[in-house]
């Protein structure tokens, strides 16, 4: 993935390739993965392990449930 706003949040070298706005970095880094398929795998199971544990329905609805009833309580 490209380094820009909202992915590099949401990523990191354990869960994917990251490169600059560069396109022969990029190119690079897409060569790499299609050389090397486990590679791919790997990072796609971290990309997964990431958003099961920090981006899932349960974690974002007890996160505004408990914004909610902060604002009620101010």
Same mark, same amino acid.
């Given at each position: 993935?490209?380094? %820009?706003?909202? /992915? ?9 390739? /990251?490169?600059? #706005? ?11 993965? &299609? *050389? =090397?398929? #486990?590679?791919? *795998? &790997? ?6 392990? =990431? /958003? %099961? ?7 974002? %609805? *007890?996160?505004? %449930? *408990? ?5 009620? =309580?101010?």
């Amino acid at each position: 993935c490209t380094n %820009v706003d909202g /992915i590099k949040e949401n990523v990191n070298s354990n869960n994917a390739i /990251i490169v600059e #706005s560069d396109p022969k970095e990029l190119q690079e880094a897409i060569f790499k993965l &299609l *050389k =090397n398929p #486990s590679i791919g *795998k &790997l990072l796609g199971q971290r990309a997964r392990e =990431n /958003i %099961v544990a920090y981006h899932n329905i349960d974690l974002i %609805v *007890k996160k505004f %449930v *408990k914004l909610y009833l902060k604002l009620i =309580n101010e």
